[in-house]
Nanobody, 125 residues
Framework: QVQLVEFGGGLAQRGDSLRLSCEASGGTFTAYDMGWFRQGPGKEREMVAAIRFTGGTTYYADSVKGRFTLSRDNAKNTVYLQMSSLKPEDTAVYYC??????????????????WGQGTRVTVSS
Protein backbone atom coordinates (compact mmCIF):
# COMPACT_ATOMS: atom_id res chain seq x y z
CA GLN A 1 0.00 0.00 0.00
CA VAL A 2 1.49 3.30 -1.06
CA GLN A 3 1.79 6.30 1.25
CA LEU A 4 1.97 9.81 -0.16
CA VAL A 5 3.41 12.97 1.34
CA GLU A 6 3.18 16.39 -0.30
CA PHE A 7 5.70 19.19 0.03
CA GLY A 8 6.09 22.68 -1.31
CA GLY A 9 2.93 24.57 -0.51
CA GLY A 10 2.98 28.06 0.89
CA LEU A 11 2.27 31.68 0.18
CA ALA A 12 2.73 33.24 -3.23
CA GLN A 13 1.76 36.37 -5.07
CA ARG A 14 0.03 36.63 -8.40
CA GLY A 15 2.44 35.65 -11.14
CA ASP A 16 4.76 33.70 -8.86
CA SER A 17 5.83 30.10 -9.26
CA LEU A 18 5.75 27.23 -6.80
CA ARG A 19 6.70 23.60 -7.13
CA LEU A 20 4.82 20.93 -5.28
CA SER A 21 6.36 17.54 -4.69
CA CYS A 22 4.74 14.28 -3.71
CA GLU A 23 6.89 11.49 -2.37
CA ALA A 24 5.61 7.94 -2.40
CA SER A 25 6.66 5.11 -0.16
CA GLY A 26 5.52 1.65 0.75
CA GLY A 27 4.55 0.57 -2.70
CA THR A 28 5.75 0.20 -6.24
CA PHE A 29 5.62 3.78 -7.47
CA THR A 30 5.80 2.79 -11.11
CA ALA A 31 2.61 0.78 -10.72
CA TYR A 32 0.46 3.88 -10.21
CA ASP A 33 -0.97 6.67 -12.24
CA MET A 34 -0.53 9.86 -10.23
CA GLY A 35 -2.81 12.83 -9.94
CA TRP A 36 -3.01 16.20 -8.28
CA PHE A 37 -6.32 17.49 -7.04
CA ARG A 38 -7.19 20.70 -5.27
CA GLN A 39 -9.98 22.03 -3.14
CA GLY A 40 -10.40 25.75 -2.87
CA PRO A 41 -12.39 27.60 -0.20
CA GLY A 42 -16.05 26.73 -0.57
CA LYS A 43 -15.38 24.65 -3.67
CA GLU A 44 -15.51 21.00 -4.53
CA ARG A 45 -12.37 18.99 -5.03
CA GLU A 46 -11.25 19.10 -8.64
CA MET A 47 -8.58 17.39 -10.65
CA VAL A 48 -5.68 19.60 -11.63
CA ALA A 49 -3.40 17.22 -13.50
CA ALA A 50 -2.60 13.56 -13.89
CA ILE A 51 0.22 11.49 -15.30
CA ARG A 52 0.32 7.93 -16.49
CA PHE A 53 2.46 5.40 -14.60
CA THR A 54 4.85 5.36 -17.56
CA GLY A 55 5.06 9.14 -17.61
CA GLY A 56 4.02 9.04 -21.23
CA THR A 57 0.60 10.64 -20.92
CA THR A 58 -0.47 13.71 -19.00
CA TYR A 59 -3.72 15.54 -18.47
CA TYR A 60 -4.32 19.09 -17.35
CA ALA A 61 -7.49 20.85 -16.36
CA ASP A 62 -8.29 23.76 -18.66
CA SER A 63 -7.86 26.15 -15.76
CA VAL A 64 -4.17 25.29 -15.40
CA LYS A 65 -3.19 24.29 -18.92
CA GLY A 66 -0.14 26.19 -20.06
CA ARG A 67 0.71 27.26 -16.51
CA PHE A 68 1.22 24.00 -14.63
CA THR A 69 3.53 21.15 -15.56
CA LEU A 70 3.31 17.68 -14.08
CA SER A 71 6.24 15.31 -14.15
CA ARG A 72 7.41 12.24 -12.35
CA ASP A 73 10.79 10.85 -11.43
CA ASN A 74 10.29 7.14 -11.01
CA ALA A 75 13.82 6.72 -9.69
CA LYS A 76 12.97 9.04 -6.79
CA ASN A 77 9.37 7.87 -6.32
CA THR A 78 8.32 11.46 -6.67
CA VAL A 79 5.86 13.42 -8.74
CA TYR A 80 6.21 17.16 -9.23
CA LEU A 81 3.69 19.85 -10.01
CA GLN A 82 5.41 22.98 -11.28
CA MET A 83 2.99 25.87 -10.99
CA SER A 84 3.72 29.12 -12.79
CA SER A 85 1.84 32.36 -13.37
CA LEU A 86 -0.14 31.68 -10.23
CA LYS A 87 -3.49 33.35 -9.78
CA PRO A 88 -5.55 33.97 -6.65
CA GLU A 89 -8.03 31.41 -7.92
CA ASP A 90 -5.30 28.78 -7.60
CA THR A 91 -5.60 29.14 -3.84
CA ALA A 92 -6.49 25.72 -2.50
CA VAL A 93 -5.33 22.69 -0.61
CA TYR A 94 -3.52 20.51 -3.12
CA TYR A 95 -3.67 16.74 -2.79
CA CYS A 96 -1.51 14.12 -4.40
CA UNK A 97 -3.21 10.83 -5.22
CA UNK A 98 -2.35 7.46 -6.71
CA UNK A 99 -4.47 5.17 -8.84
CA UNK A 100 -3.93 1.70 -10.13
CA UNK A 101 -3.78 1.98 -13.90
CA UNK A 102 -6.93 1.48 -15.90
CA UNK A 103 -7.42 1.33 -19.63
CA UNK A 104 -7.03 5.09 -19.75
CA UNK A 105 -5.65 7.74 -17.45
CA UNK A 106 -8.00 8.17 -14.48
CA UNK A 107 -9.48 11.66 -14.46
CA UNK A 108 -11.82 11.48 -11.50
CA UNK A 109 -11.16 11.15 -7.80
CA UNK A 110 -13.24 7.98 -7.66
CA UNK A 111 -10.41 5.95 -9.17
CA UNK A 112 -7.70 7.22 -6.85
CA UNK A 113 -7.41 4.98 -3.85
CA UNK A 114 -4.45 6.58 -2.13
CA TRP A 115 -4.20 10.17 -1.00
CA GLY A 116 -1.74 12.45 0.68
CA GLN A 117 -2.64 14.76 3.53
CA GLY A 118 -2.64 17.86 1.36
CA THR A 119 -0.54 20.99 1.18
CA ARG A 120 -1.98 24.48 1.21
CA VAL A 121 -1.25 27.01 -1.50
CA THR A 122 -2.35 30.60 -1.00
CA VAL A 123 -1.98 33.11 -3.80
CA SER A 124 -2.53 36.76 -3.04
CA SER A 125 -3.23 39.48 -5.52
Amino acid sequence: QVQLVEFGGGLAQRGDSLRLSCEASGGTFTAYDMGWFRQGPGKEREMVAAIRFTGGTTYYADSVKGRFTLSRDNAKNTVYLQMSSLKPEDTAVYYCAAALPRLGLALTAHYYGYWGQGTRVTVSS
